[in-house]
């Protein structure tokens, strides 16, 4: 979608921190370098779903990391 104006914001729910792998975090680092896309967002520590708080602190260091 291209919408003069309007950029995207991105980033993994926190519920799917125990599904995701490399390729998903290449692949955000590949839209974050894109000028539609202006920030990395839904990536927080809620511990809700059942997933485990580690895995989540992970991928939100993960998620830092490649937005570096």
């Known amino acids: 979608m291209n919408v003069p104006g309007f950029v995207a914001a991105i980033?993994?729910?926190?519920?799917?921190?125990?599904?995701?792998m490399s390729r998903d975090l290449e692949k955000l680092g590949m839209l974050l370098r894109s000028p539609k896309v202006s920030a990395l967002g839904k990536t927080i520590l809620d511990g809700q779903n059942?997933?485990?708080?580690?895995?989540?602190?992970?991928?939100?260091?993960?998620?830092?990391?490649?937005?570096d």
Do not use: F, I, W, Y
Request: glycine share 10%.
């Open 11 to 20: 980033g993994n729910h926190p519920s799917q921190a125990a599904r995701v």
């Open 50 to 67: 059942g997933v485990d708080m580690g895995k989540q602190e992970a991928l939100l260091r993960q998620c830092l990391a490649t937005a």
